[in-house]
């Protein structure tokens, strides 16, 4: 008999969604950074409508699973960046 995994409390959920927005702020690319940051907006708003406890915690562990692929991209991407800054990020 499998036991059920306990839903994620709303302030673990709270805090792998600021955990992933951080991770994103990490990458160097304009729009990396920007997609990272919507996608991640996004899932969560695909994700508020969940009501059960075994889609929650599925969804849960998706997203700390993503947060860990988007850890591991940022040092990759780190590793590669360009010299030059986008235009996007030059502040007037």
């Given at each position: 008999m499998a036991t059920a995994v306990p839903p994620p409390t709303r302030t673990e959920i709270?805090?792998?969604?600021?955990s992933l927005l951080r991770s994103?702020?990490?990458f160097s690319d304009y729009n990396i950074r920007e997609y990272t940051k919507r996608r991640t907006i996004d899932s969560f708003r695909d994700n508020?409508?969940?009501s059960?406890?075994?889609s929650i915690a599925a969804a849960f562990?998706?997203?700390k699973s993503?947060?860990?692929v988007?850890?591991?991209q940022a040092v990759v991407y780190s590793l590669y960046a360009p010299k030059v800054k986008s235009i996007m990020d030059i502040k007037p």
């Open positions: 709270i805090s792998l969604f600021r994103a702020r990490e508020k409508t969940l059960d406890p075994s562990t998706d997203g993503q947060l860990q988007a850890k591991r």
